[in-house]
């Protein structure tokens, strides 16, 4: 009996230490395996009522990653490595984790030396020596997140390049927009100057002919008149002269002389008249001031209904080219010419001052006036040659004008010419201080539109 218990005792003793040697080579199998993982591996107690969270196991890498020793590891617990913001989410993770056996999260780990590791905690529920603990494999995600974050920064450069980009087509549509209205009124602004230039042209053409007409009807009705008279006269001369008694008609040929001088000296005025028309020839032989103080004083003379006129006007001879000074003596002309036709004005007054940079002229009346706004509506076909042609002839010599006007308050006909022209190779010059503004001819409110 004592043998077989003998036998049965080292037979039982063989299999302990045979299960004993295998047990230990499978404990060596599973650390060599355990430590030979890249990822670090953390076993953490799983147990509520036993320290949840405190390490139970760790593997070689989680050591090296965190730089503790294993000892030192297993004294702490998950809430030791984790960053400060993840520390709150540990109780929560747990309760998922023991609820569905198996989470994946992302989190970041902080080594003994401070240095923060992103990591994806790949968790789940194990049996560890008969107790529940959790097999957390922690992945080093540092290549992926800086990855992540390189396209997260490419593509919020992309997204600002993709604004600025936007921003500057935007600016760019918007000034194309622009210079494409602003091609479409200069193309409007153009179409209207043809059809104001056709409209001059033809309304020269008109002018042309009936100055024409004028001037032949003026040398038919006066002229030729004058010298069918003065004819008669010189006829009646003769026969007298040739009667048998000439001393008897000598003062009857004395009388006669005289109405033969009036008839020449009527012509003489009326030359002079239509050649003063034609061509301000006095601008050659006297100048601009002379010639427009003449010109203001034939008008006032001729208009009985100008009961009051003045022109002021400075001496600008040397200021302005010779072309410039016959453009100037056109516009005062016709804008005399207009007050003739249409103001049925008692008043006038030209005034012509040098300033400083520029010249200043004012043509004003009492007259009846008009409404600028109703005239600078119409069609260019209907505005009249008149407003027409100043306008051009300011606009040639460089000047601006405007005009001043309201029905039964007379009109005020202004332009400045810059004196920056060239005369006998040097540049004119106005005075040091230009002389006082005398007051206009009080007329009552206007209304202003530039020409």
Known sequence: MRTSQVILFILFSLLIYRYTIKLKVSESRYYQLFNK???????????????IGRFLEVNDEACKRLGYTREELLKLSIANINSPEDVPQIPARFERLLADKHVLFDSVHVAKDGRRIPVEVNALIVDFMGKPASLAICRDITIRRQAQEALQKAHEELEQRVEERTAELTKVNRQLRQEMAEHRQTAEALKESEQKLRHLATRLLTVQEDERRRVSQELHDEMAQELVAMKLLISSFKEKLQGKNPLKNQESLVQECDQLGQFLQAMVDNIRRLSRDLSPVILKDLGLSVALRNLCDDFCK?????????????????????????????IVQESLANISKHSDASQLRLTIERRQDHLS???EDNGKGFDPGDVLLRQPTAIGLGLATLEERVRILGGSLKIESKKGAGTRVMFDLPLM?????????GPEDPPPVKPPIDNGPRVESSG
């Open 37 to 51: 993982i890249k990822d670090a591996v953390l076993v953490l107690s799983a147990d509520k009522a036993n320290n």
């Open 302 to 330: 001729q208009n009985k209904s100008i009961k009051n006129c003045f022109c002021n006007i400075d001496e600008v001879n040397d200021l302005l080219p010779k072309q410039d000074q016959i453009n100037i003596y056109h």
């Open 361 to 363: 002229f004012v043509l």
């Open 421 to 429: 022209k060239m005369v006998n190779g040097e540049k004119g010059q």
